[in-house]
């Protein structure tokens, strides 16, 4: 039997364990390694929906660490001199630039991407 305590912001924090062979097993702490440049496949899209008609351009399909996601997201917000974020492994440009940030992609080693 295995006891909880729910405090804060740490909601499966363990008090103790009545299993002697029990151990604790962190697996959300695992940070993925990023794939190399000619390996990631991204897609390019344009998106509109729930944006009050403003359009941006989403890059998904990113493999790695969001250390690097947020790295390359910089990078790509710098190439277009505009705005955006990086949310649940997707980036988000403002406006749409679809057609520069595929030519620096493909300039990039990105070799499997492709617009949506």
Known sequence: MTKKRRTGNDK???VYST?????FNNDDNREEATLPAQQQKLRLTLDT?????????LLQGFVGSAEDLQTLGKQLKTLCGTGGSVKEGIVII???HRD???SWLLKNGYQHTRRG
Do not use: E, I, Y
């Open 94 to 96: 403002q406006g749409d």
């Open 49 to 57: 929906k729930q944006r009050a008609g403003k359009a941006v351009t």
């Open 12 to 14: 499966d924090q363990f």
């Open 19 to 23: 299993n002697p062979d029990f151990s």
């Open 100 to 102: 520069k940030l595929l």
